[in-house]
Antibody, heavy 122, light 107 residues
Framework: QVQLMESGGGVVQPGRSLRLSCTAS????????MHWLRQSPGRGLEWVAI????????YYADSVKGRFTISRDNAKNTVTLHMINVRVEDTAVYYCAKAVARSGFNGYVADWGQGTVVTVSA | AIPLTQSPSFLSASVGDRVNITCRAS??????LAWYQQTPGKPPKLLIYYASILQSGVPSRFSGSESGTDFTLTISSLQPEDCGNYYCQQYNRYPLTFGGGTKVEIK
């Protein structure tokens, strides 16, 4: 079955950087796009970014554009979210999720990781 | 971005009750709307996609419908295990957006 395991969360100061990773198993990784989403009490559920199966296309929420970068390594079945210049409002549980297609078409999500907590605080 | 307005934000109902949760979009979504259930400490679970298609393994008491830009999630007979938060999500265009959520409680 599909398994998605996030790592890399923690406490980080505003303005600093953090890298989240997600290791996938149970499916042919290089044939599905991958999402990052987040959830916080203040902002609710929020989609963050998507990367196509071959990594050629990436899209971001306006709230993170220019600060977050999504990437993937199909040889290692991993997807990464590199966060720079983090803000207090980036505090959230971050979820890695498997798309249902090779691209961003059909953007509903059937498979989610358990999430990793990011806290941005001085 | 396409905002989604979900209502009610909270509902309390008895076991066996029929429950409706509504999600209103600001524009036509061409049925590209999904519903999720979330219980504390867990990620969201997909219930319905394309407005009315039941995800595999989801009990048949859950159903979805649409009328124009209004979407409804119905639980035909509320069960104790249905407690939690419910969210709608549009995938008509990026950025993907979610409704604010509905907390369902058993009386």
């Amino acid at each position: 079955q599909v398994q998605l395991m996030e790592s890399g969360g923690g406490v980080v100061q505003p303005g600093r950087s953090l890298r989240l990773s997600c290791t996938a198993s149970g499916f042919v990784f290089n044939t599905f796009a991958m999402h990052w989403l987040r959830q916080s009490p203040g902002r609710g559920l929020e989609w963050v970014a998507i990367i196509w199966d071959d990594g050629t296309s990436k899209y971001y929420a306006d709230s993170v554009k220019g600060r977050f970068t999504i990437s993937r390594d199909n040889a290692k079945n991993t997807v990464t979210l590199h966060m720079i210049n983090v803000r207090v409002e980036d505090t959230a549980v971050y979820y890695c999720a498997k798309a249902v297609a090779r691209s961003g078409f059909n953007g509903y999500v059937a498979d989610w990781g358990q999430g990793t907590v990011v806290t941005v605080s001085a | 971005a396409i905002p989604l307005t979900q209502s009610p934000s909270f509902l309390s109902a008895s076991v066996g009750d029929r429950v409706n949760i509504t999600c209103r979009a600001s524009q036509d979504l061409d049925s590209t709307l999904a519903w999720y259930q979330q219980t504390p400490g867990k990620p969201p679970k997909l219930l319905i996609y394309y407005a009315s298609i039941l995800q595999s393994g989801v009990p048949s008491r859950f159903s979805g419908s649409e009328s124009g830009t209004d979407f409804t999630l119905t639980i035909s007979s509320l069960q104790p295990e249905d407690c939690g938060n419910y969210y709608c999500q549009q995938y008509n265009r990026y950025p993907l957006t979610f409704g604010g959520g509905t907390k369902v409680e058993i009386k």
